[in-house]
Every structure is written in structure tokens, then in C-alpha cells.
């Protein structure tokens, strides 16, 4: 079923989810200049507050919905428990950057006083809300934002993801695209922010050491670019025999149109990073969206015990197919459920930090997974096709992308 005919149903968007809630007292104390704070519900039993930070508003805002629903499904199959605690969650928009998230990562922190915050699409959001988590000592469990540097060079105690990194799903994608377009060249366009720079990198690494040429190379303002023809003449003019980009959301959905509109999806093959053609943007894309390659680490139709289970029933739950950003949600549950689960004692922000430090594998619906010592997951990369599938369409895996 197409996700334009589910989109009528309302799925009530919960700011203060799950029974039992209780106003827990909270307690501050000042030591060495920064704040060592005590979440309410921090203490050893009663529920622990989380706070949700995605986009409830802007270009992401489909995957805020979907990253949503994820963390709900594993709270829903696991009674509104993580670790066996109750858990509430306090929910605020991210917006469309760092404008509008740090005021809401700044009210969840000091007015909300969350053990820990999960969410994040936005990589420019990620840069810049960090440092206050950093410093206030409340973990981020990132789960979609993919800047390199947070589990990079940039790597810290209290940021970890159970997404990816902006370059990988691109590097593993770079000698797939040289092999297909062979000697012709490719042309490269993405949004002008941290995650378009750093989806473009890593591709240009791998495709370059596997033979590959670049045509030419755009970066489209973020959040302003309705209008992608003048940059589809350049494309044209350029010569080029294949394209590959990064966008995601409402941008996905205006640029695949586009590019079909304009005529080049006869002539020129487009690639990218699976974002393209994921969720609400594929069933918007429709058959604009056909037979487009992407690479990405999940897919509905994956091949395993725990996917197989994961798909039906959240399909059964929200009428449409899972997605990447509702699985990283799926997912950062399951993290923070192991890691509330071996605290013995006050969770606190320290607490959890540590005791996501000693996670075990996670059996995800992208297959099993653990955190790399820089807090990211290792994980594989597959070929993806989109397909029709009854009166919808799908992202078909077609093989494992090689490292
Ligand atoms: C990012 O900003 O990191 C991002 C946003 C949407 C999809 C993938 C990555």
C-alpha cells in the first residue's frame, strides 16, 4: 500500500508517553566548574525520562515520523520498559538546524533534566549540539545524523550512534558506480551542508581509486533549492554518463522528480546513498523513482530471522514499510535497554555512558550489529533497487556491497 494513501492516518505524535509517570525530585550539585547533573527519575527505581530530539518540522520532517515510531514499536514490544525501568519521553522539534535544536537540546538538559537523549537527522544539528551534551554529561544516542567527526576524530564518552557514518554508505557504493559507468565520467551534486560534503567525499575516495572520473561537482543550498533545473542543465551540459548525489527527504522528493521531468533518467543512471529513495520520498517519487540503485544498510525486505519478524509487524502497526531511520530508532531502544538494564544503582548520565561502553551486540532488523570503539556501528552495506510491489513501491536488496 502506498504510504500517500497511510499518510491520512494520524499516528498521535506523544510528548509524555507511558504509564506510571512521577514527578521525581531532582537534585543538582556544582563540581569543578561544570554541572554533574541527576536526571529525574535518576534515582534506583521508578521511570526514567528520555528525551526524543528530532524533526518534528522542515525537509526532515518524514524522517522524524518515522525515527518516532521506531522507538515507539520496541517500547510497545517490551510493555513501555527499557532495562525493566518506565520510561517517559519528553519529545521536541529539531527543526531544520541548529537554530531551532540547540534551544530544545538546551530545555531537555536543563529543564527537563533527561537521563539521556536519542534522535538527531540533521548532521549540522549533531555538530552543534555535541558539545552540550559533552558537557553537561547527558548522553546523545544519535540515530540518524551521520557527521564523520562524532564517531570520528571528534569521538567522546557521552556521543554514540546506531546509524552510520556520512562517508561509509558512499565509499561502499564508490567502486560499484566505477565499474557500471565504466570511462564515462559522473557528475556529483548534494546539499550544501556537513552531510552532503561528506556523503560526496566518500564516494569520490573509493570511485576515484576504482578507475572513476568526476564530470563535475554542485552543491545545491540546503533547505532553500525547490528549483533544481538550472543545476540539471548543468548536469546536461557537462557530458557526464551517470549521476550521483545525496539527498534526503522533501529534497529527495523534488530533485528524483525533477531529474525524471527534465528527461535524464533515460539518459543518465542516478546513484546514491540510500536516503534518495527511503520511506514518505519513495512513495512521493513514484515511478519517477524506478529502478534507482542506492546503497544502504538496511532494507525491508533483508533476509533475516529478526527483520522478518520487525517488518511484518511494523507494517502490521503503522500500515507502510519500515525504514532506516525507524530501525536506527529500533534500534537506539535496544541500546539504551541494555545499557538501563546492567545499571545497578542511580541512573545517571555517567551511568549510562559506562554501561553503553560494555553493549553487546545488538540483533537489529539491519542484521546483528555492535559499536565500534568510536561508538558507530559496524555494519554491512547492500545494493538496493527500487521496485515495484503491489500498488506501492520498495527498496529491493539486490547483493552485499564488498568493504
Ligand atoms: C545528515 O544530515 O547526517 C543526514 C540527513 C538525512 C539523511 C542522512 C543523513
Known sequence: MSRQVRAGRIFPRRVLVLAGLVAVATTVAACGGSAVREAEGGGDEGPVKLGVLVPLSGVYAPLGEDMNQGFDLYLDEHDGKLGGREVELVT?????????????????????????????VSSAVALGVTDLFNESKVPLVISNAGADDLTGEASSDYVWRTSFANSEPNAAFGPYVA??????????????????????????????????KVAGEQYTPFGETQDFQPYLNAIQRSGAEAV?????????????KQYKQFGLADELPLYSAGF???????????????????????????DNPTNERFSATYQDRFDEEPTTYAVASYDAAAVLDQALGSIDGAV????????????????SPRGTWRFSETHNPIQTYYLREVRKQGDGYTNAVVRELEG
Not at 521536541?92 to 538546524?97: K, M, R, S, T
Not at 520520498?281 to 538496511?298: E, V
Open 92 to 120: 521536541v522539534d529539531e527543526g531544520e538546524g541548529p537554530q531551532t535544536a540547540v534551544p530544545a537540546a538546551e530545555k531537555l538538559i536543563r529543564q527537563d533534566r533527561v537521563a539521556a537523549v536519542t534522535g538527531v
Open 179 to 212: 565499474d557500471q559507468v565504466g570511462d564515462g565520467g559522473v557528475y556529483v551534486i548534494a546539499a550544501d551542508y556537513a552531510a552532503g560534503k561528506e556523503a560526496m567525499g566518500g564516494f569520490k575516495e573509493t570511485f576515484e581509486a576504482a578507475g572513476g
Open 244 to 256: 550521483y548525489c545525496f539527498y534526503a527527504g522533501a529534497e529527495a522528493v523534488a530533485f528524483v
Open 276 to 302: 534518495l529513495t527511503e520511506g514518505g520520498a519513495l512513495d512521493a517519487q513514484g515511478d519517477a523513482a524506478l529502478g534507482i540503485n542506492t546503497s544502504l544498510h538496511y532494507a525491508p525486505d533483508l
Open 348 to 363: 545517571t548520565g555517567e551511568a549510562i555512558a559506562a554501561a553503553l561502553g560494555e553493549a553487546g551486540e545488538v540483533d
